[in-house]
Every structure is written in C-alpha cells, then in structure tokens.
C-alpha cells in the first residue's frame, strides 16, 4: 500500500489504450497518483466483442497484473473497460470486485460500476448518450440496458468522417481511431446533439479522450459530462480516501 500521504489508484487498462491514464493523471487532485496495468484483449480482428466472464477474463497474467499494481502501492484497483460490464452486467462487476478483493486484499470496481454509479447520483431525466467511433449498435443498445437507460435515448455516436468507413467498425480503435478525435470537434458535435432538455451528457468508453472537451460542454451548456474517465477518477478517489 501507498504511505508518505501519497494515496493511489492502480487501473487495468487495455494493452493498446493510452487515453485512460492520460486523462486520469491529468485530473488527478495532488496527493493522487496513479498506477497503470495493462491487459491483452482476447479479441480477434473483425470480432465483434461481446463479452466474457470474470473467470475467463482473470487469467493468470491479468492476475500478475492485479499483484503487480497491489506491489506498486495502489489502494485501489480500477478496471478501465467499458465493454467488459456492458455484456457482463452488474454480476461481472460485483464478481470481478470480489475476485480482485480476494486476490489482493485491494479494493477494486470497473469503470461501468463507476458511470452507473454517477448517473444514479444524477438521476437526469434526458440525458445524450455520445458513443464512441468504434461502439457497434450492438454495444450502443447494450451501453444503454447496463446503464438502465430507455431504448430510445437520445444518441449520437461521434462521427470521424468518410476516410473511416468501414464495416467492421469495432476493428476502428486498433486503426487508431482513438488518435483522431480532436476535442473541438467533439465539443462541437455534442453542442449539436443536445437539446434544450438535456441534462446530462453520458459519454462511456474508457479509451475515448474526451477531458477538454467535457470541460468546454460543461462550462457553455451548464449541465454535468459523465464520462468512463471521470467516473473512474472520482469512485477510486472515495476509496482511496
């Protein structure tokens, strides 16, 4: 564990994403820090992801990860994968916290625990649900059941233009989609989407870069941006202490 006043958080990130400690160094309060782990996503190109159960997902080397972060000092575990909860649902969430408490003695929850959990602090009664690039419709519409929202929620699924068209849009993050996201264009698109009821902005996925452009939502439409990062920040930060 952590000592000298210094409190951390360790999160589990996917091997190729690099947008989660970025943005939760970044917002990190000072006598935070954060301590990263990564994982191998068991997904083939062209696969559509859908999911897995916590003992499939706990191999032996996200494991030695988990032992890794405990060993580094974290006083928190945070599993920064969306999808994961998504079609796993709260009996993967509560599994996997119980699996890593067991395992490592260290407090843990996923980054969907975390959003579910703020959202239900909202309660907003029309909230936008901004996507991800590379969230299928099947993910879209299994983003919303997690999170208790109605089937036809106002959604906008961020749009990178004709040069990423593609049919397998789910293989768009490894493309490198995640590096082609300016945060005004983002800004500019949820401006577009949100309407005059809106109160509240969801935005999941843990490898979308979205702090300065939910800082900017924030400030001109006066209305909270929960996202996968913001949400991870501020759960660890009460466990923490």
């Not at 029309?126 to 590379?134: C, G, H, K, T």
């Not at 993050?173 to 983002?186: E, S, V």
Request: net charge negative; charged share 20%.
């Amino acid at each position: 564990m952590s000592g000298g006043g210094v409190r951390r958080l360790g999160i589990l990130v996917v091997h190729n994403d690099p947008v989660p400690e970025a943005e939760i160094w970044r917002a990190a309060p000072p006598g935070v820090e954060i301590v990263t782990g990564r994982f191998a996503l068991q997904r083939a190109p062209g696969e559509e992801y859908l999911g897995e159960s916590v003992e499939e997902f706990l191999s032996a080397g996200v494991r030695r990860t988990l032992a890794d972060l405990r060993d580094a000092g974290a006083d928190a575990l945070a599993l920064c994968f969306v999808s994961v909860s998504v079609f796993g649902g709260t009996p993967f969430d509560t599994g996997f916290a119980e699996a890593v408490k067991a395992a490592t003695g260290v407090p843990a929850f996923t980054a969907g625990e975390a959003v579910r959990q703020r959202l239900s602090a909202l309660n907003p009664s029309d909230p936008l649900l901004i996507a991800p690039p590379w969230f299928t419709d099947r993910t879209v519409a299994g983003t919303a059941a997690y999170l208790g929202l109605p089937p036809d929620i106002r959604t906008h699924r961020y749009d990178l233009g004709p040069a990423w068209d593609t049919g397998t849009r789910q293989d768009l993050f490894d493309r490198g989609a995640k590096g082609h996201i300016p945060h005004t264009a983002l800004r500019d698109q949820i401006l577009a989407a949100a309407t005059p009821t809106t109160d509240a902005i969801l935005i999941p996925g843990s490898g979308f870069r979205t702090l300065d452009a939910a800082a900017e939502v924030e400030r001109k439409l006066g209305v909270p941006v929960v996202s996968a990062n913001s949400a991870v920040l501020g759960r660890g930060l009460e466990l923490v202490g």
